[in-house]
C-alpha cells in the first residue's frame, strides 16, 4: 500500500485548468513535487537541487535561431517520459528568428508543439 500511495502521490495534483484552486489547480501543489522529485532521486539517480530563481529575464537581443529551452513541471508525467527515455525534459521550445520585412530586423518567436491543457495556450 505504501508503493501505492508513492506512486499516486507524484501524479495526484495540479489537475484542474482553474490556477486558483488550491490542490488541485494548474499548479504542482508541494507534497507532488517532492514525490517526483524523490522519484528522481531513487529511480533514475538524479539529484534535483532547488535554486532561489523563479524567473529568468533575458534580453531578446541574446536569443538566437536555433536556442533551445527545456523545461521539467514536477507531475509525474515528464517523470514517466523521464525514466522511459533517460532524458530530463518534459517539454521543450525552440527560438526562431524571421525576417521583417517592415522593420529589416529579424522577429524573434517561441515555436513549440503541444496541447497540455495546464499551459497558458493549448493546442500549438
Known amino acids: 500500500m505504501l508503493s501505492v ?11 484542474s485548468d482553474h490556477p486558483h484552486v488550491p490542490f488541485v489547480g494548474t499548479h504542482t501543489p508541494h507534497y507532488q ?3 517526483n522529485v524523490e522519484f528522481y532521486k531513487q529511480a533514475m539517480g538524479i539529484t534535483l537541487e532547488e535554486r532561489p530563481i523563479y524567473e529568468a529575464h533575458v534580453s531578446e537581443d541574446l536569443v538566437q535561431s536555433g536556442d533551445f529551452f527545456a523545461i521539467t513541471r514536477l507531475d509525474g ?13 518534459g517539454h521543450s521550445v525552440m527560438a526562431l528568428r524571421f525576417p521583417n520585412e517592415e522593420t529589416g530586423r529579424n522577429d524573434l518567436y517561441i515555436v513549440e508543439s503541444q496541447d497540455a491543457w495546464y499551459w ?4 500549438l
Not at 500511495?5 to 489537475?15: H, V, Y
Not at 508525467?77 to 525534459?89: K, R, V
Open 5 to 15: 500511495w508513492n506512486t499516486l502521490e507524484c501524479f495526484l495534483g495540479g489537475l
Open 33 to 35: 513535487e517532492k514525490a
Open 77 to 89: 508525467l515528464d517523470q514517466l517520459i523521464n525514466y522511459g527515455t533517460g532524458g530530463i525534459a
Open 120 to 123: 497558458p495556450t493549448a493546442g
